[in-house]
């Protein structure tokens, strides 16, 4: 069975962002990410966050993955430019 999530119950909510550092700025941006997950963490609404990094050498490559229940969540507080 399918279930259909509408505007109205898009709950939960899953969020994948896929993050490339160049290699000069992986500690810092490793550092931010870390951190982003951690403030993440004590937001309203937020059911899970993870940041995964990918093995073999490639620690530049990571994801932060968020879960959501929605209706607790704000996310245009959280919405931000685009760089």
């Not at 509408?6 to 160049?22: C, E, K, M, N, Q």
């Not at 004590?42 to 620690?59: D, F, L, S, T, Y």
């Amino acid at each position: 069975m399918r279930r259909v999530i509408t505007v109205a119950d898009p709950s939960p909510l899953y969020v994948a962002t896929f993050i490339d550092l160049i290699p000069p700025g992986t500690e810092a941006g490793t550092a931010a990410i870390k951190q982003y997950v951690l403030d993440t963490r004590k937001e309203p609404g937020i059911v899970r966050c993870e940041a995964i990094a990918q093995v073999a050498g490639r620690v530049n490559h990571l994801m932060v993955m968020e879960v959501w229940k929605e209706e607790a969540a704000d996310f245009n507080s959280r919405a931000g430019p685009v760089r």
